[in-house]
């Protein structure tokens, strides 16, 4: 089975094997070297994803180090408008989001509601704060408003069944 992608340096329909998908989710990194070496690294699919989106989603910081070798765009946007960093913060992937930004990831990038990895990472917290803990350390803004004016501070405080807002201070 065959995924089209576009190829953002040429703007040319290409095929992204589906061989490569399952090759990410399943840790095989001497197929994804070999894949690395014939096709464009920022190759979207019809989600407007490209295998970093792939990998972080896959959890494999060993295949994430595989393809931030290649230097990918850290900052593309899905059609959720989800950056990696979104994915990784919502699913408290702490090493992979380290990752991500010592590499250039953007910790202020949005989603197509506004919200911030910060945000994103705030909402899914139940109670854990290891990831808002890191990207605070990173210099997120907690005051940052989404499209609904509510920060990932405001968040913090409205949500009663976990102490959240102590990872704030």
Known sequence: MKIEVINMKTNQTNDL???IIDAIYGNNLMEIEQWQDIQTINDLDRENRSAIFYAVLSKSMKVVRQLLKSNPC???N???EWAPLHYAAQNYLTDIAKLLIDKGADIEIKDD???TPLWKATFAS???GEMIKFLLSKGADPNNFNDSD???LELANTIANYNVKQFFC
């Open 150 to 152: 509510i920060s990932p």
């Open 113 to 115: 509601y506004g919200n």
């Open 78 to 80: 899905d059609k959720k």
């Open 126 to 128: 139940q109670g854990k």
């Open 74 to 76: 850290l900052n593309l």
């Open 17 to 19: 094997s589906e061989k």
